[in-house]
């Protein structure tokens, strides 16, 4: 009796150990390199692109589900993901010289601890620039002094420019295409939002001292575009 109540502990910790490790293996994706890695995106699943068009529409209330690292991973491929072997993105770039950069603000992410993180097109990997709490902080008010229903979303896209990149021709001031560039990103990340049944609002009114602070920019990168995404609300 007593050596099969050893054999039932035994195979329970066994279990327990599988289960933790499991476990480890979802909410730690972190590699050697302290970047972490993001499951494959998919290119064939979802909707139609005409369907997708038809049904974005700008939603600014969410539920508190939380997203998963795959939907992370999908939407961070729709705006910047690489998709051939010469380094081309999702997203068109004037002169391939590829000026924006990719933030994201979890607050409510499965797997992925609260913070903000960095997007790298290459290694289709997150990095950590802060486990602060800043969705909280940075949408505590709106601008003008009400709550900023952004801060109820579970994953807070940021687009940031850096002009540099494209600035390089003397004499011309290409600016603009960057803004362009960001306009062109974004929709790909609204528009897949709407392939995975989620919800979001492209918005351009932030403060862009604190948003640049809490991402930790440095001088000549600026944010340009702030997209909340989650799960719809139902109107109540
Ligand atoms: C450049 C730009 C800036 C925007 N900024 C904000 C914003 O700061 N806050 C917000 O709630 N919505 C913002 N929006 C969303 C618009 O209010 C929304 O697109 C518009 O009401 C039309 O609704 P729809 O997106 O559902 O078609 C912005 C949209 C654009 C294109």
């Not at 699943?45 to 998963?68: D, H, M, N, W, Y």
């Not at 997150?126 to 994953?155: C, H």
Request: proline share 5%; with cysteine; net charge negative.
């Amino acid at each position: 009796m007593k050596k099969l109540a050893l054999i039932a502990s035994i195979a329970g910790l066994a279990a327990l150990m599988t289960a933790i490790s499991a476990q480890s293996e979802v909410t730690s994706p972190t590699s050697s390199t302290g970047s972490i890695s993001l499951p494959e995106p998919r290119t064939d699943g979802g909707i139609s692109v005409e369907k997708a068009l038809q049904e974005r529409r700008s939603i600014r209330s969410f539920t508190s589900e939380p997203l998963t690292l795959a939907e992370i991973s999908q939407l961070c491929w729709a705006a910047q993901g690489v998709t051939d072997d010469k380094g081309h993105r999702t997203s068109p770039s004037a002169m391939a010289t590829y000026p924006l950069e990719l933030y994201l603000l979890a607050g409510n992410v499965t797997g992925l601890p609260d913070g903000v993180y960095h997007y790298s097109p290459q290694g289709h990997n997150l990095t950590v620039i802060s486990n602060e709490d800043v969705i909280s902080e940075l949408f505590n008010t709106s601008m003008g002094g009400k709550e900023d229903w952004r801060k109820s979303a579970p994953a807070i896209f940021i687009v940031t420019g850096v002009f540099d990149r494209i600035n390089k021709i003397p004499g011309q001031d290409l600016s603009r295409f960057v803004y362009v560039e960001a306009g062109t990103a974004s929709e790909n990340l609204l528009l897949e939002v709407v392939s995975l049944g989620l919800a979001a609002t492209y918005t351009a009114g932030f403060d862009e001292n604190k948003t640049e602070e809490y991402l930790r920019l440095a001088s000549g990168e600026t944010p340009i575009a702030i997209i909340p995404v989650g799960h719809k609300a139902e109107a109540t």
